[in-house]
């Protein structure tokens, strides 16, 4: 049975297939093509069967997201489907998982590569979206630092002063590091390679969300992020779900006037440091 006998259809791509990433592009993609990519050939064929059995058009991409000519790779394939209008990118290592080295690698450096491949893609309309993290509002980068990132090259990162001096200290602050530089990763995009395109990209920063993966980090300090929930004025964690409504928003039609800007999605907890009313240990 052809369930579905349009062409050239609008290609999503995301990056990253986990629970988060999967919930965004089900709010988006119906009639449109699916293009995941993901470093697990598993992953990869669970999902997409998901996607396929709920009537959605889909392939796959296996990708390594550390690697720029996989990345590029990627995004070709995307291109080569349609005109590319939606680009997610979840993709990335928790500090309970990885070391400072890996995280600057994936979540710093690798999605510098994403973002960079994409800009070179994208439809004119399109819109990007990073997931970031609130720990980005947990080390504050001083201005010269965010500067020199700014106007970094994706391959230079890693040797820039914050990264070698204080991002490689321990995996707590080369999440924050890496998190934030999402943030202006995003802000240089839409000011240059998208702009061309005439495309948008933008970051959300989730707080305390509830995914299979996050497990790892409750089980590893699960005092510090009760802490953290008690501290919040929404008193709980948040849903994959939660976050994809808001991401639909920024991605979609009514949002077209946001660009390069990051949406704080934690239930307070940031606020809450800010004001003194929790104090974040470490």
């Known amino acids: 049975m052809v369930f579905d006998r349009n062409e050239k259809k609008q290609v999503v791509a995301l990056l990253g297939a986990g629970s988060m990433g999967t919930a965004i592009v089900r709010r988006i993609a119906a009639g449109k093509k699916i293009l995941l990519g993901d470093i697990s050939e598993k992953a990869l064929e669970r999902v997409s069967d998901d996607f396929r059995r709920s009537g959605y058009d889909v392939e796959t991409c296996v990708v390594n997201a550390l690697e720029k000519e996989s990345i590029?790779?990627?995004?070709?394939?995307?291109?080569?489907?349609?005109?590319?209008?939606?680009?997610?990118?979840?993709?990335?290592?928790?500090?309970?998982?990885?070391?400072?080295?890996?995280?600057?690698?994936?979540?710093?450096?690798?999605?510098?590569?994403?973002?960079?491949?994409?800009?070179?893609?994208?439809?004119?309309?399109?819109?990007?979206?990073?997931?970031?993290?609130?720990?980005?509002?947990?080390?504050?980068?001083?201005?010269?630092?965010?500067?020199?990132?700014?106007?970094?090259?994706?391959?230079?990162?890693?040797?820039?002063?914050?990264?070698?001096?204080?991002?490689?200290?321990n995996s707590g602050l080369a999440y924050m590091i890496a998190k934030r530089v999402n943030h202006l990763q995003a802000q240089r995009a839409a000011a240059t390679t998208w702009r061309e395109r005439r495309a948008r990209i933008n970051t959300i920063s989730p707080g305390i969300i509830v995914t299979p993966l996050a497990y790892d980090e409750f089980n590893a300090i699960g005092d510090l992020y009760q802490e953290m929930i008690d501290a919040s004025a929404a008193r709980r964690v948040a849903t994959s779900d939660e976050i994809a409504d808001a991401a639909a928003f920024l991605l979609g039609e009514h949002a077209t006037f946001i660009n390069g800007t990051d949406l704080l999605i934690d239930g307070g907890v940031i606020p809450s440091i800010r004001t003194g009313m929790f104090k974040l240990q470490g």
């Open 72 to 169: 590029e790779a990627f995004a070709k394939k995307g291109a080569a489907l349609g005109p590319v209008m939606y680009f997610i990118d979840t993709a990335g290592a928790s500090p309970n998982q990885a070391s400072p080295e890996h995280i600057v690698a994936l979540d710093m450096v690798g999605t510098g590569y994403a973002v960079d491949a994409f800009g070179q893609v994208m439809a004119e309309g399109g819109a990007g979206l990073i997931i970031s993290s609130q720990a980005a509002y947990m080390y504050p980068i001083p201005n010269d630092d965010e500067l020199q990132i700014v106007n970094a090259a994706t391959d230079e990162l890693a040797a820039l002063p914050i990264v070698r001096n204080v991002a490689m200290q």
